[in-house]
């Protein structure tokens, strides 16, 4: 069992490396560590609540640990839990700001960090962390959201429909280039406004109706095209753009989703670029799930864009 809470599972023998499980490698990280990946909790659905969504994901920091403990090591990069930033108050925007510190604190470090939420609300908190990272450096950023949603919002206050729209204005308030990608998005889920509003901020997004295994080479090369010009890349994902089969356990179901098939080579080609920076995965609500599905699904595609991101870093 691991020394960290919320890590523990399945010990194989030889209790060797080639046996080794996530919760056998994890650490907490302390000052002068090496890089690595660390994990970073944001147990917060307040965003969710102020959206008027089903709430649960507060819970999802836990239900991922649970699920990334029985993954396998696949290499020797180190693993580190920075522990979880909690809302209990309301004060989402507060809440916010200590998750962005922490997250600019991995980042000064050198870790590739993943969030772990918690609704959709961590992305403007995420995207604070990498610009409080970047600080006085003015390179272009790239967001890639894998979502059905937009979350272009305005609204009268922050909530997990607003954190891309804040992203954007922050963005250019600071003079910082910004491209903001959005894979999977249901015409079904975003009103007409939201498709303006997208239009109008040059978002680059895909239909969730256009991103089939046909069309799958297209939207790859276009995709690297896209990041080609990017310095740094923040990559989101909304479980809730899979089909609803795949991830029963968020706020908000989707009628059709983008499948796996075509999701996971979308995640290699982001980190084969060596410009990932941070990623998280946001709205898994496990009160909602069954038999843990959607926390396996995300734990899945978190396991396999971090050990990626550390294989393509150690090469460069």
Request: aromatic share 4%; hydrophobic share 45%; with cysteine.
């Amino acid at each position: 069992m691991s020394a960290i809470e919320g890590w523990s599972g399945r010990v194989d023998l030889p209790e060797d490396a080639s046996t080794r499980r996530w919760h056998q490698w994890v650490r907490a990280p302390l000052p002068g560590c090496a890089p690595g990946v660390a994990v970073l909790g944001f147990a917060c659905d307040e965003g969710v609540r102020r959206n008027h969504g089903r709430v649960g994901a507060a819970e999802g920091p836990a239900a991922l640990r649970r699920m990334l403990s029985n993954l396998p090591v696949l290499d020797e990069a180190p693993l580190y839990d920075a522990g979880t930033v909690a809302c209990t108050d309301g004060d989402l925007e507060a809440a916010q700001a200590r998750y962005a510190e922490a997250m600019a604190a991995l980042l000064d470090a050198g870790h590739l960090a993943v969030g772990l939420g918690g609704g959709h609300e961590i992305a403007f908190a995420s995207y604070l962390g990498l610009a409080g990272h970047l600080r006085a450096r003015r390179p272009r950023v790239a967001i890639v959201n894998i979502d059905a949603h937009f979350d272009l919002r305005r609204q009268d206050q922050a909530s997990s429909g607003t954190p891309f729209l804040q992203a954007i204005e922050h963005a250019r308030a600071l003079g910082l280039p910004l491209d903001y990608l959005a894979y999977g998005i249901s015409a079904a889920a975003n009103t007409r406004v939201l498709f303006d509003t997208a239009d109008a901020l040059g978002v680059h997004y895909v239909r969730d109706d256009e991103l089939g295994l046909l069309e799958l080479p297209q939207r790859l090369a276009e995709l690297k095209d896209r990041l080609a010009d990017a310095d740094a890349i923040y990559l989101t994902i909304d479980i809730d753009g899979l089909p609803h089969a795949m991830a029963p356990g968020v706020s908000a179901p989707a009628a059709r989703g983008v499948p796996m098939e075509v999701v996971e080579p979308l995640l290699d080609a982001i980190a084969a670029t060596g410009k990932l920076k941070l990623m998280d995965v946001a709205e898994l609500a496990p009160p909602l799930d069954r038999d843990n599905v959607t926390a396996r699904v995300a734990a899945r595609m978190i396991h396999r864009v971090a050990h990626a991101a550390m294989k393509v870093a150690r090469a460069q």
